[in-house]
T-cell receptor, first 108, second 112 residues
Framework: EDQVTQSPEALRLQEGESSSLNCSYTVSGLRGLFWYRQDPGKGPEFLFTLYSAGEEKEKERLKATLTKKESFLHITAPKPEDSATYLCAGGGFQKLVFGTGTRLLVSP | DSGVTQTPKHLITATGQRVTLRCSPRSGDLSVYWYQQSLDQGLQFLIQYYNGEERAKGNILERFSAQQFPDLHSELNLSSLELGDSALYFC???????????FGPGTRLTVL
């Protein structure tokens, strides 16, 4: 059965305190691993797509990496505006299988 | 702004009723996906259409149906509504199947 597991469920950081979010996946026919950011009551906002193990992508304070079984979202020197739920999803040619997300709160 | 639009933003209705949610994909995208997000289950895939044809079904109830029209917009029809159908419903689109999916702002459905 396809499964995506994210940890931790919630993370509280001080502004400037770097950390990593984990996503482990078992998705048959995996084509890509996707990261999204979601603010309360809003639609998921696309961050990154990773296609092969060893691939890395960066955007501002975020860097996503991929291994054969896991992906990590590294947050460097976060700011309060980075507070959101971060969703990981494994995708084939049809659906995305989402994890339940990591709720990140960054305090000033 | 992802370029995907959904209407209405909010919908409040009663049990047993029927509603229609509408989605317009990003310009040029042929594939449309519907997802349901409830507090206890996260984002769940419902159904996918590609250029007017149904391509994949997920955990979609028989009371729910969807279609994609020639202009590529899509509608999700929910009937015989139950309290448990209250959720956020998202539409996403991609250029072709398997590409990055871009999500709309969602429709919040409340069934009273």
């Amino acid at each position: 059965e396809d499964q995506v597991t994210q940890s931790p469920e919630a993370l509280r950081l001080q502004e400037g305190e770097s950390s990593s979010l984990n996503c482990s996946y078992t998705v048959s026919g995996l084509r890509g691993l996707f990261w999204y950011r979601q603010d309360p009551g809003k639609g998921p906002e696309f961050l990154f797509t990773l296609y092969s193990a060893g691939e890395e992508k960066e955007k501002e304070r975020l860097k996503a990496t991929l291994t054969k079984k896991e992906s990590f979202l590294h947050i460097t020197a976060p700011k309060p505006e980075d507070s959101a739920t971060y969703l990981c999803a494994g995708g084939g040619f049809q659906k995305l299988v989402f994890g339940t997300g990591t709720r990140l709160l960054v305090s000033p | 702004d992802s370029g995907v639009t959904q209407t209405p933003k909010h919908l409040i209705t009663a049990t047993g009723q029927r509603v229609t949610l509408r989605c317009s994909p990003r310009s040029g995208d042929l594939s449309v996906y519907w997802y349901q997000q409830s507090l206890d289950q996260g984002l769940q895939f419902l159904i996918q259409y590609y250029n007017g044809e149904e391509r994949a079904k997920g955990n979609i109830l028989e009371r729910f149906s969807a279609q994609q029209f020639p202009d590529l917009h899509s509608e999700l029809n929910l009937s015989s509504l139950e309290l448990g159908d209250s959720a956020l419903y998202f539409c996403a689109s991609s250029a072709k199947a398997g590409d990055t999916q871009y999500f709309g702002p969602g429709t919040r459905l409340t069934v009273l």
